[in-house]
T-cell receptor
Framework: GQSLEQPSEVTAVEGAIVQINCTYQTSGFYGLSWYQQHDGGAPTFLSYNALDGLEETGRFSSFLSRSDSYGYLLLQELQMKDSASYFCAVRGPLTGRRALTFGSGTRLQVQP | DAGVTQSPTHLIKTRGQQVTLRCSPKSGHDTVSWYQQALGQGPQFIFQYYEEEERQRGNFPDRFSGHQFPNYSSELNVNALLLGDSALYLC????????????FGPGTRLTVT
């Protein structure tokens, strides 16, 4: 099957850097995605890693190590609006190439 | 360019009833996936439609069924509703030829009493 583990909650202060880790188990792997979801909102695509290494998009970066079945999302220069839930998700055989298996999410609280 | 749209936004049904939820994908997107999200959990994959056929299905019973129309819009039907079906139902569309991204609609909040 497919399963993902990520911390349930992370707290950080405005302006700081925070890293959200994700480990996954899957019998097949096409890529690791990250999504942001504010309370009452829809998940919003942040990043996608198919290959090992770091992908940077503005204040957000995502890293993947396929040999370790591990990835992380790095958020820099935290802002209050970054308070949200962050989900890692994998594309794999159970959901096909076009759908995702999500982790349970990490709730990030940014404090002033 | 309109994003993914879903209707209705909220719905209250009684146990045993049937419900139909609707989704229109973004322009240029040909694949629609449906997810169920319980409170405090990540979205769970229900099924996916491409070229008007169900291509992949998650671990959901046959009470959950769907359809995709020639204009790529989609419906999710749930029969014999249970209290446990209360959740946010999300529709996501994928651009043609680009499998790595999914764009989610705002969801339909279904409450079963």
């Amino acid at each position: 099957g497919q399963s993902l583990e990520q911390p349930s909650e992370v707290t950080a202060v405005e302006g700081a850097i925070v890293q959200i880790n994700c480990t996954y188990q899957t019998s097949g792997f096409y890529g690791l995605s990250w999504y942001q979801q504010h309370d009452g909102g829809a998940p919003t695509f942040l990043s996608y890693n198919a290959l090992d290494g770091l992908e940077e998009t503005g204040r957000f970066s995502s890293f993947l190590s396929r040999s370790d079945s591990y990835g992380y999302l790095l958020l820099q220069e935290l802002q209050m609006k970054d308070s949200a839930s962050y989900f890692c998700a994998v594309r794999g055989p159970l959901t096909g190439r076009r759908a995702l298996t999500f982790g349970s999410g990490t709730r990030l609280q940014v404090q002033p | 360019d309109a994003g993914v749209t879903q209707s209705p936004t909220h719905l209250i049904k009684t146990r045993g009833q049937q419900v139909t939820l609707r989704c229109s994908p973004k322009s240029g997107h040909d694949t629609v996936s449906w997810y169920q999200q319980a409170l405090g959990q990540g979205p769970q994959f229900i099924f996916q439609y491409y070229e008007e056929e169900e291509r992949q299905r998650g671990n959901f019973p046959d009470r959950f069924s769907g359809h995709q129309f020639p204009n790529y819009s989609s419906e999710l039907n749930v029969n014999a509703l249970l209290l446990g079906d209360s959740a946010l139902y999300l529709c996501a569309s994928t651009p043609a030829g680009k499998r790595s991204e999914q764009y989610f609609g705002p969801g339909t909040r279904l409450t079963v009493t």
